[in-house]
């Protein structure tokens, strides 16, 4: 009984591989290509015979030959390994989707500036002119030689650093506002969180391709064209590290 078994499940098995063989891309093209051949030559001889000329067949175009061939029936239907792919999902707009935000930024800056400037100024006044009752100039005695000896120097230095490092690591549930024609999703998310006096508002818009959404409906932020996200704290932790009016006023003003 088993060797029956076996032998009609070889049998099934090879009928499922000639059929799906007798279906595959290249199998179908050399098919047509033969069918074409026989009916180019059987039209050449049809216009030969009435003292035609013979025009050349264009080829068929093999574009869409590397295509995926459709599922073989007989195949999904004996194989026990052989899946059949589930067809691709269609969005529509107001759809969610949830985008995965993993960003960490960070920037380090170095500056150094020093700068001297030494200038010198010597005169000396030998010979003056002074203009008489009748606005004449005649010769002024001097007394003395009058003169301007000035020495200026000055040194700077200064020193700048800075390095930042920002993260942000969330969940954000979008709405697609906009399907595009090529499978392209605009994408929007608003999430706003109060506890006690802390208020935090974040905000995402982007763009994404359709088939980068998982099956689990999630998209990384790292695939998202156009990111932008803003992210707005209020509260007591953000009054207590905000500079003061006067520090603010000194940074802009630098009078040192």
Same mark, same amino acid.
């Given at each position: 009984?088993?060797?029956?078994?076996?032998?009609?499940?070889?049998?099934?098995?090879?009928?499922?591989?000639?059929? %799906?063989?007798?279906?595959?891309?290249?199998?179908?093209?050399?098919?047509?290509?033969?069918?074409?051949?026989?009916?180019?030559?059987?039209?050449?001889?049809?216009?030969?015979?009435?003292?035609?000329?013979?025009?050349?067949?264009?080829?068929?175009?093999?574009?869409?030959?590397?295509?995926?061939?459709?599922?073989?029936? %007989?195949?999904?239907?004996?194989?026990?390994?052989?899946?059949?792919?589930?067809?691709?999902?269609?969005?529509?707009?107001?759809?969610?989707?949830?985008?995965?935000?993993?960003?960490?930024?960070?920037?380090?800056?170095?500056?150094?500036?020093?700068?001297?400037?030494?200038?010198?100024?010597?005169?000396?006044?030998?010979?003056?002119?002074?203009?008489?009752?009748?606005?004449?100039?005649?010769?002024?005695?001097?007394?003395?030689?009058?003169?301007?000896?000035?020495?200026?120097?000055?040194?700077?230095?200064?020193?700048?650093?800075?390095?930042?490092?920002?993260?942000?690591?969330?969940?954000?549930?979008?709405?697609?506002?906009?399907?595009?024609?090529?499978?392209?999703?605009?994408?929007?998310?608003?999430?706003?969180?109060?506890?006690?006096?802390?208020?935090?508002?974040?905000?995402?818009?982007?763009?994404?391709?359709?088939?980068?959404?998982?099956?689990?409906?999630?998209?990384?932020?790292?695939?998202?064209?156009?990111?932008?996200?803003?992210?707005?704290?209020?509260?007591?932790?953000?009054?207590?590290?905000?500079?003061?009016?006067?520090?603010?006023?000194?940074?802009?003003?630098?009078?040192?």
């Amino acid at each position: 009984m088993k060797q029956v078994l076996l032998s009609a499940l070889a049998i099934a098995l090879c009928v499922s591989v000639v059929e %799906a063989q007798s279906n595959s891309p290249y199998s179908r093209a050399k098919r047509s290509n033969a069918n074409q051949a026989q009916a180019g030559a059987t039209s050449n001889a049809s216009q030969q015979a009435n003292g035609q000329r013979s025009m050349p067949i264009p080829r068929p175009s093999t574009a869409g030959a590397d295509a995926p061939p459709p599922p073989n029936p %007989a195949l999904l239907r004996w194989s026990l390994i052989a899946v059949e792919a589930p067809p691709p999902r269609k969005f529509k707009v107001n759809d969610l989707v949830t985008v995965i935000v993993r960003e960490d930024k960070r920037a380090s800056s170095d500056s150094k500036l020093e700068s001297s400037k030494d200038w010198t100024l010597q005169a000396e006044l030998k010979r003056w002119f002074r203009l008489d009752k009748d606005a004449r100039l005649v010769e002024s005695p001097l007394r003395g030689n009058p003169g301007v000896d000035f020495n200026f120097k000055n040194d700077y230095s200064g020193e700048g650093k800075v390095d930042r490092r920002d993260s942000l690591i969330t969940r954000l549930t979008t709405r697609i506002l906009d399907v595009k024609p090529n499978g392209n999703l605009v994408l929007e998310a608003r999430k706003e969180v109060v506890n006690d006096e802390e208020r935090e508002v974040v905000t995402l818009t982007g763009e994404c391709r359709s088939d980068d959404v998982t099956a689990q409906n999630t998209v990384l932020s790292t695939q998202i064209f156009g990111l932008s996200i803003q992210s707005q704290h209020n509260g007591a932790a953000r009054d207590a590290a905000r500079r003061g009016w006067m520090m603010k006023a000194l940074d802009w003003a630098r009078p040192f």
